[in-house]
């Protein structure tokens, strides 16, 4: 979101104190909280930019009076179109006003006395039991692993508290973690004599790692499951209010019951009701926010001394350089460059040095990281001016440098220190790449002194503790049939075979003794046509490499291509084991990049009966 400043810069800080959430929008706008003169940048609540689209807020503004003038439908009328659009059945769905109203009912009827959850994670499931007096046993996740949930020594730590209820955030939050489908599932099977499980996928639909990592289809079918889901954060509309649960009937009927019947607003049916019109951009959403997410957390690792934790939710997870006070960088950079950020100071089982910030567009981004090179070193020398799919030439010439590259390195003295925390390891301790998820390694790539982003090499004490490379991209190309293979690579074979044999040039070879066994040199002159289209060029000459082995034999007959072609030794596991798949696009979307979502129905299906 953007904030337009509407009066005079306020004091932003104490909106801050006091709450375990950040201040709202309105908040900030009734106090005047102002950017140095900028329009705030959200980078503190995670919801999806990319959606609604403008057509969809044009249609809500046309309905605007009907939508608050009149009654919504009863709770039961959304839920049904929600369920069809999602290919649930909607016995199995209750749809609460927000995900925290239908965490506020599973507490009061399904928790009775104590509940388990991995820390730090969303704060409604450690506060809300304890406003009850229930209860809460913490799972400290392990900083040095990079924040990630270890399931078996989570079970037994569940079994070692005694607790009734288990909750698990998947992707978590504020890290973004992610466990696997079956790994869920392996859990869900340990803890099967529990009284309740709780699996909060709502931030899920960000996830990339799995086509169907959601454990929807399980939930409905045993006894003592909920997945929970929330839709503000999917489709960015955090002011409607709406998240829903699935579960087995029986356990599903137990929350829906006591819901009121009008507790969805109007906003939210006319929202559901617009879904399967925007199926497409809904996914094209998905897949942007995926694509700024893996470079955002590239550029955000080019910062020394900060380290990135992978994430697959919709926001990545840092942790400051030493010394500095999240509260302190988090004031600065909405005095001086107008950006708000999640410090993490107020969520159990982290600290202020940590920071969750949500994904956004590239010039969002590039306000963000000049904002925290400056606030953190005093200079934007290490704020990433293009991307790492925009890097500059390999021999730029002297006038393409920034000015940037010629600056003065940071210097952390001006930063206020922060108290010494409690040391949990010790820095030999600290993991060297393993175990974190694919993508990323712990040295090299973006942010090391590389001129991907044209920078110089930082100082080796401020070097990141923690650095993500981009992601392996797919290539942009389809191999070709196995047939079609084979007779390109035979025809190939058999024309430079030709070649070699028509231009071998004897050298003229010494007659000394010690010279004897030298072997004589050959040059390959001007390649064929046919070698120039796969890739080669015409001009390129091999020069003085010495042939061993037995020299061919000049005078026997040249075979036919036929012979040839029955010359050449294939394996034919080898080969295939080299050739890709083509797939095709399915302009459906059934293809199994979007079949991530709640089966047995691809998400957001298209309805031809709507125009």
């Known amino acids: 979101m953007t904030v337009a400043a509407v009066g005079p810069t306020g004091d932003a800080t104490e909106l801050f104190r006091g709450t375990a959430h950040s201040p709202s929008y309105f908040a900030l706008n009734r106090a005047g909280v102002m950017g140095g003169g900028q329009e705030l940048v959200d980078f503190c609540i995670p919801c999806n930019p990319y959606f609604p689209t403008p057509a969809m807020f044009a249609v ?14 009863p709770a039961d009328t959304i839920t049904a179109e929600l369920a069809d659009v999602l290919g649930l059945q909607p016995q199995t769905m209750a749809m609460g006003n927000g995900s925290t109203e239908l965490i506020t009912w599973i507490d009061h009827l399904l928790v009775k006395e104590s509940l388990a959850v991995p820390i730090p994670t969303f704060g409604r499931w ?128 137990q929350i829906r019951s006591r819901l009121p019947k009008w507790n969805l607003n109007s906003f939210a049916e006319v929202i559901v009701f617009m879904l399967k019109r925007y199926r497409q951009e809904y996914m094209d959403s998905l897949r942007m926010i995926s694509l700024d997410r893996q470079q955002m957390i590239t550029q955000l690792a080019g910062l020394p001394g900060v380290t990135v934790y992978p994430s697959q939710g919709n926001f990545v997870f840092v942790k400051l350089p030493a010394g500095l006070e999240g509260t302190w960088v988090r004031d600065q950079l909405l005095a001086q460059h107008g950006v708000l950020v999640r410090e993490c100071g107020n969520k159990l089982g982290s600290s202020s040095q940590f920071m969750r910030l949500v994904v956004r567009s590239q010039p969002d981004v590039q306000r963000l990281l000049t904002g925290l090179s400056t606030v953190m070193y005093g200079t934007s020398f290490y704020a990433p001016q293009v991307g790492w799919e925009q890097q500059l030439p390999l021999n730029p010439a002297p006038q393409q440098h920034f000015d940037y590259l010629y600056q003065q390195t940071p210097q952390l003295s001006a930063a206020p220190m922060a108290p010494e925390p409690q040391q949990m390891y010790t820095p030999a301790a600290l993991p060297m790449g393993g175990g974190t998820a694919p993508g990323y390694a712990q040295a090299g790539g973006y942010g090391t002194g590389m001129t991907g982003f044209g920078q110089q090499q930082p100082m080796a004490e401020l070097s990141p503790a923690y650095v993500a490379t981009p992601p392996v991209q797919t290539a942009q190309y389809q191999a070709p049939p196995m047939q079609s293979a084979r007779s390109q690579l035979a025809l190939l074979q058999a024309q430079l075979q030709a070649e070699q044999q028509a231009q071998i040039t004897q050298q003229p070879q010494p007659q000394s003794a010690a010279q004897t066994s030298v072997m004589p040199m050959v040059q390959s002159r001007a390649p064929s046509a046919a070698y120039a289209t796969q890739g080669g060029r015409e001009d390129t000459t091999i020069d003085q490499i010495p042939v061993y082995g037995q020299q061919p034999d000049t005078t026997a007959a040249e075979p036919s291509p036929v012979e040839r072609t029955q010359a050449i030794d294939y394996d034919p596991a080898e080969l295939r084991a080299t050739v890709r798949p083509v797939v095709d696009d399915d302009p459906d979307g059934l293809t199994p990049a979007l079949q991530r979502y709640p089966r047995p129905a691809a998400y957001l299906r298209t309805d031809d009966t709507l125009t």
């Open 60 to 73: 809500m503004a046309v309905r605007l009076r009907d939508i608050l003038t009149y009654y919504p439908s």
């Open 126 to 253: 450690t506060d809300q039991p304890m406003e009850t007096g229930k209860r809460v046993d913490m799972f400290q996740l392990p900083e040095m692993n990079g924040f990630a949930l270890d399931p078996s020594a989570f079970v037994s730590f569940v079994r070692s508290r005694g607790s009734r209820v288990a909750v698990i955030c998947n992707p978590n939050n504020p890290d973004g973690g992610l466990l696997s489908r079956q790994a869920v599932i392996g859990m869900m099977d340990a803890l099967a004599d529990l009284d309740l499980i709780v699996i909060d996928e709502s931030f899920l639909e960000f996830a990339d790692t799995e086509a169907y990592p959601s454990v929807v289809d399980e939930a409905v079918l045993r006894p003592n499951v909920i997945v929970l889901r929330s839709l503000g954060k999917n489709f960015g509309l955090h002011g409607v209010r709406f998240g829903y649960l699935v579960a087995n009937p029986a356990l599903a009927v």
